[in-house]
C-alpha cells in the first residue's frame, strides 16, 4: 500500500494530466458531431480490421476441410456426369464396341506419398480395401489422368502413375479419334512419349490427346497430354511425338479413382487391358 501511495505521489502530476486528457476528449466527442463520428469511424475501422485478420486466420486453417470437400463434390459430379453419358449411349446405335458407355462412379482421395524423379515412380493414397478400392482401378484429377491402381491394403493403395516407365495408357487424338499409346521415357515427368502414330496422318503441335476407352481402366475422353513436338524421318512409318502431360505431378495433391462397375468381368476377359 506504501508503494502505491509513493508511485501516485511520484508521480501525480502525470496521472492529473492523463485524467484532464482523458475528461477533455470525452467532452469534445460527446458535444460535438464530427470529432464524435471521426472517433467512431475510426474504432469501427479497426474492429473491422481485427475481424478481418481473425477471418483470414480462421479461413486458411479451414482449407484443408474445404478441399476435400470440394473433391468429394467433383467425384459426385463426375460419377453423375457419367450417369448422362450411358443414357444418351445406351439410345445410340455403335458400329465398333468400346468401354466408354460402361457404368463407373468416382471416389476422391488424397495422395500422401508421391515420386516424381525415378524411373519406377510411384505414388501412395489414403484409401484401400475398407473404401472399395480394387487394382486396376484408373486414377485421375481435376487436369486428367494419372495413372492406375497397383497395390492395396486395407487403408491404403499404390499407384502406377503416367511418369513410370511401366505405365502404358491407350490413348487418341481428340480431333479425328485415331489411336496410340502414352509412355513415358524416364526423363522428365513433364513430357512423354506418344508411340504407334502412322506416317500418314497429319499431326500438328497443339493436338488433344485423350484417353481412348478400350479398356476398363479409363473411359473415353480424359484429357492425357497435348502434342509438344511431331517428326517424321524421311522413310520411317511411325512419327515421333514428344507430348506434354496434362497433370501436374509436382502439384498433385488430390485424385478421383475410377470405378468402373464391370472391371472384374471385362479383365477376366482380357488379356491386356490397361
Known sequence: ????????QKYSNFLIFIIL?????????????????????????????????????????RLRSVNEQLQRENAALRTQVAELQNLVEDSIEHEAYTYSHLDYSCLPAKVIQLSTNKEHNYLTINKGLRDSVYRGMGVRNSEGAVGFVTT???????????????SKISAKFLKNGYYGTVEWDGIDYRFARLTDIASHLTVETGDTIVTSGLSPVFPA?????????????????YYTIQVRLQTDFRKLNYV???????????????????
Do not use: C, R, W
Open 1 to 8: 500500500m506504501n508503494s502505491l501511495l509513493k508511485f501516485i
Open 21 to 61: 486528457e482523458v475528461v477533455a476528449f470525452l467532452l469534445l466527442t460527446s458535444y460535438n458531431e464530427y470529432p464524435k463520428s471521426s472517433v467512431l469511424s475510426t474504432s469501427n475501422a479497426v474492429v473491422a480490421f481485427n475481424y478481418q485478420v481473425a477471418n483470414d486466420v480462421a479461413s486458411y486453417f
Open 152 to 166: 492395396v491394403s486395407e487403408h491404403f493403395a499404390v499407384v502406377i502413375p503416367i511418369i513410370n516407365t511401366n
Open 221 to 237: 475422353d480424359i484429357p492425357l497430354a497435348i502434342v509438344e513436338k511431331a517428326e517424321l524421318k524421311e522413310g520411317d512409318s
Open 256 to 274: 478421383q479413382l475410377i470405378d468402373n462397375h464391370t472391371h472384374n468381368e471385362e479383365m477376366s476377359l482380357s488379356v491386356d487391358a490397361k
